[in-house]
């Protein structure tokens, strides 16, 4: 199996500014992807993140919005740009081997 | 569009308790459905799965039974301990592989000693 560490565990951003949230997998998964918990919401997926180049996003989500890289296979950040509190949210990422699917500890990220 | 509908919590039981947490889905195709479990301060993690009609998955004393007449897959377990307090996912995927995953809002369950 593998472990995924994600950092920040949360953050308390004022509106306007950019949050950049890491995940880190100890070994290589074919797959990485970003999710969104609103408050009382499902889990969403935002994006999927492609090793070196551009991330795949859902409908209803953007780059200029969520910037993600992935430089390597064990890596990928997700950045929250000119935050507004409609961006309160759990963000999570996922790691997958596979069939097998792993994910972080979430980002609670709170926008004032 | 796929959805997954799961039963609103939060749920507080008393240890060795029946537990049941509902879930029902819209989905095209035959999806897999899987339940996720999140204890406190740890990632999403797997709980059980299954991949086609009438299937049965089951770990740590948890089942779900895959219904696909009433599109429904119920977690349950018959004596809960303290230890399964956690927030619990149902979801599903259509794709062929597990990776893209439409979930539940999540029920968080405590239980009391």
């Known amino acids: 199996s593998a472990v995924i560490s994600q950092k920040p565990s949360r953050d308390i951003c004022q509106r306007g500014t950019s949050l950049t949230i890491q995940c880190q997998v100890d070994?290589?998964?074919?797959?990485m992807f970003w999710y969104r918990q609103q408050p009382g919401q499902s889990l969403t997926l935002i994006a999927t993140?492609?090793?070196?180049?551009?991330?795949?996003?859902e409908s209803g989500f953007v780059i200029d919005k969520f910037p993600i890289s992935r430089p390597n296979l064990t890596f990928s950040t997700l950045t929250v740009s000119n935050m507004s509190p409609e961006d309160s949210s759990i963000y999570l990422c996922?790691?997958?081997?596979?069939?097998?699917?792993?994910f972080g500890s979430g980002t609670q990220l709170s926008v004032l | 569009g796929n959805s997954v509908t799961q039963m609103e919590g939060p749920v507080t039981l008393s240890e060795e308790a029946f537990l049941t947490i509902n879930c029902t889905y819209t989905a095209t195709g035959y999806p897999s459905l899987f339940w996720y479990v999140q204890y406190p301060g740890e990632g999403l993690q797997l709980l059980l799965k299954?991949?086609?009609?009438?299937d049965k998955g089951s770990n740590k004393g948890f089942e779900a039974t895959y219904r696909k007449e009433t599109t429904s897959f119920h977690l349950e377990k018959g004596s809960v301990q303290v230890s399964d307090s956690a927030v619990y996912f149902c979801?599903?995927?259509?794709?062929?592989?597990?990776?893209?995953?439409?979930f539940g809002k999540g029920t968080k369950l405590t239980v009391n000693p």
């Open positions: 070994s290589q998964v074919t797959m």
């Open positions: 299954a991949t086609k009609a009438d």
């Open positions: 996922s790691g997958a081997y596979y069939e097998k699917l792993f």
């Open positions: 993140a492609n090793q070196g180049s551009e991330a795949t996003y």
């Open positions: 979801a599903l995927t259509t794709q062929g592989g597990s990776e893209k995953l439409v």
